[in-house]
């Protein structure tokens, strides 16, 4: 590597945590961090008189392809640059480490999520379109349910991650999650389980529905969604009406096949528009090109923000 850039060690752990803090308001991120075994290895650092300006860690996640097949992914997370070393390009030499180390490592592509897209174009990642419905919440309806909705409890777990598995066993960009996903990752980012949601079949009583929602300022985002698509409705209904309760005016749906859920969604949200966004970027190592824009942009294709890096 060039002067003023290094992998990571134990001792720097304490510094990357104050940069992650400095720059984000996000303190799960150390503890995300700390799910890879091999983290320092992957984790690529500028540093000038002592101090780390700047990070890029790369995650390894197994992700489906457009066939569903999973597939070795280099994920970029936890960029972060300290403010006074911006503007000097430090970012685009450690995205070159994380590259090298990715393809060594076996990764067909790479995957990334961020606001700022121009920061990695030039280091050969590229955007793809995803969509999403928002509108305003759904009044209180008197449409009886059929399914029973609760809050889910941690012995639901089993259940959920089921459920889960086989809502994407072939869905293309869907990460394969193991239990420390289930444990770490997916609390992370959507708060612990008896946040979420469950459905009950009316006559057998079997969990058959699970969805995951939270507020952001006044807006209600539908965020996962695994399970018999006949439940839905009934889940929609229960965020309404949690969303009502905590006064919130709009609601945001990040399900892939949202646009096409027919009588489930009016439940949920009125005046509903489709919006399309540009936040996720791929750049292609092992594989070709043309694969991984088929994966990207393969109709039903989500990375659920549960298993964001």
Do not use: K
């Amino acid at each position: 590597m060039s002067a003023g850039v290094r992998t990571a060690v134990p001792a720097d752990e304490p510094a990357l945590s104050a940069l992650w803090r400095l720059c984000f308001d996000a303190p799960q991120i150390s503890r995300l961090y700390a799910l890879d075994p091999d983290r320092h290895r992957r984790t690529f650092l500028a540093e000038s008189d002592g101090r780390i300006d700047a990070v890029v860690v790369y995650v390894p996640r197994t992700i489906r392809d457009a066939h569903g097949v999973p597939q070795r992914v280099g994920g970029i997370g936890s960029v972060a640059t300290r403010p006074s070393a911006r503007g000097r390009g430090l970012v685009r030499r450690l995205l070159s480490e994380a590259e090298r180390t990715m393809t060594a490592e076996g990764c067909a592509w790479s995957l990334l999520f961020t606001a700022t897209p121009g920061v990695y174009r030039s280091s050969g990642w590229r955007e793809f379109p995803s969509t999403y419905v928002e509108g305003t919440i759904a009044p209180a309806a008197g449409d009886p349910a059929v399914f029973r909705v609760r809050a889910a409890t941690a012995a639901d777990a089993g259940a959920v991650a089921a459920l889960h598995a086989a809502h994407n066993a072939t869905r293309p960009l869907s990460s394969l999650r193991g239990p420390e996903d289930w444990a770490v990752r997916v609390p992370a980012w959507y708060g612990p389980l008896d946040r979420s949601l469950v459905a009950e079949h009316p006559v057998s009583g079997e969990t058959v529905g699970w969805l995951a929602a939270g507020c952001v300022g006044e807006c209600v985002e539908v965020r996962e969604f695994a399970g018999a698509a006949e439940c839905l409705g009934d889940l929609f209904a229960a965020v309404a009406a949690q969303g009502r309760e905590a006064g919130a005016d709009r609601v945001r749906v990040r399900l892939p096949d949202a646009p096409d859920a027919g009588t489930a969604l009016p439940r949920l949200l009125r005046n509903a528009r489709t919006h399309e966004e540009h936040v996720g970027m791929a750049r292609p190592l092992l594989a070709a090109p043309g694969p991984v824009l088929a994966t990207v942009t393969a109709p039903g294709a989500v990375h659920w923000y549960g298993d964001c890096f």
